[in-house]
């Protein structure tokens, strides 16, 4: 298929509506349903239905539009190795649209397109239902289905595939239940089982950005649920991780703030102060102003809980 100006358009479209997709999703639906099925190259296939899923169904709500967007998109390819994982999405939406027949359907073609890894592709379409069910804050059926999956972990053969959607999936639980309030001892096992899972499993297969930000969570889960040390270790450890590998300045600023937030919890109330001077000294390098407005906002909140 060659590469046209309306792909290169796509492509853009795919990359940057990230950063404003649940903001602005009504738009972007609409921007999505006007693609040409001719524009989505097998290389855009998986993502352009991954962000049409994600879009009109977990911010929208509605899952059968959802579904029948990727249908439509999907119908001029096969699913294969490069273009399977837009099938997985497709199975999302049509269990989540209760159109079983259209979901078992979609199943057997991601699974044929396995091949050899048939147990873990299996597994991976149950964490992508559960991340689907967490972002769409329903959380006590995707967190159910999440630990029924992780207990099935060890049974399948290893798949690098695999290991990032679990990732990924852990990733996205755990900050759902951070952000929850208040928590149930429950969920903040959970919340604590995810976060680990998440750090355990970007480390197999993830870069070193994927490292810092898991130790980050984890120090912010360490720190909420009144384990100090734990989340001081895990700050430190992001923080070498960063200076040993390039420049982060939200990162860093945002460790940096975290450890204020463990040294405070551990009666060290000079090393808090000192924490969030180095935080402020880090922030600086910041250009770009949504990237200020976090800090600050974060900023804020640690000042007002330690200080």
């Known amino acids: 298929m060659i590469e046209s100006d309306e792909s290169r358009l796509l492509e853009q479209l795919l990359n940057d509506s990230w950063n404003y997709h649940d903001q602005e ?6 921007e999505l349903e006007a693609v040409s099925p001719a524009a989505v190259l097998p290389r855009l296939l ?20 959802a579904l029948i967007l990727g249908k439509r998109i999907a119908a001029g390819h096969a699913p294969d190795l490069e273009t399977m994982k837009a099938w997985g999405w ?3 939406a049509a269990v989540l649209s209760g159109d079983l027949v259209e979901a078992a359907d979609v199943e057997l073609s991601y699974l044929k397109a396995a091949g050899d890894d048939f147990g873990a592709a299996l597994l991976e379409l149950r964490f992508m239902l559960a991340e689907a069910l967490i972002g769409s804050k ?12 992780l207990d099935v972990v060890g049974q399948v053969q290893p798949s690098a595939r695999l290991d990032r959607t679990i990732a990924v999936a852990s990733n996205n639980l755990a900050w759902e239940l951070y952000e ?7 969920e903040s096992a959970l919340m604590q089982l995810s976060a680990e899972t998440s ?29 100090p040390e734990p989340g001081l270790v895990h700050a430190d450890t992001a923080l070498a ?21 463990s040294l405070a919890a551990l009666g060290d109330a000079d090393g808090a102060a000192r924490a969030i001077g180095d935080a402020e000294v880090t ?18 909140k640690v000042v007002a809980a330690v200080l």
């Open 25 to 30: 999703s009504a738009r972007l639906a609409c």
């Open 46 to 65: 998986a993502p352009f239905i991954h962000l049409s899923i994600h879009t009109l169904g977990t911010h929208l709500g509605d899952w059968p539009r």
């Open 90 to 92: 497709l199975y999302v």
């Open 138 to 149: 329903r959380v006590g059926e995707g967190a159910r289905l999440y630990r029924r999956a």
């Open 180 to 186: 929850m309030s208040p928590r149930t001892a429950d």
């Open 199 to 227: 750090l355990k499993f970007w480390l197999k297969c993830g870069n070193w950005t994927n490292a810092e930000r898991g130790h980050y969570l984890n120090a912010l889960v360490a720190n909420v649920t009144g384990n």
């Open 241 to 261: 991780i960063i200076a040993a590998n390039g420049e982060r300045p939200l990162d860093a600023a945002l460790l940096h703030l975290a450890r204020a937030v």
């Open 283 to 300: 922030a600086a390098k910041l250009a770009a102003t949504d990237l200020k407005a976090r800090f600050a906002a974060e900023r804020a």
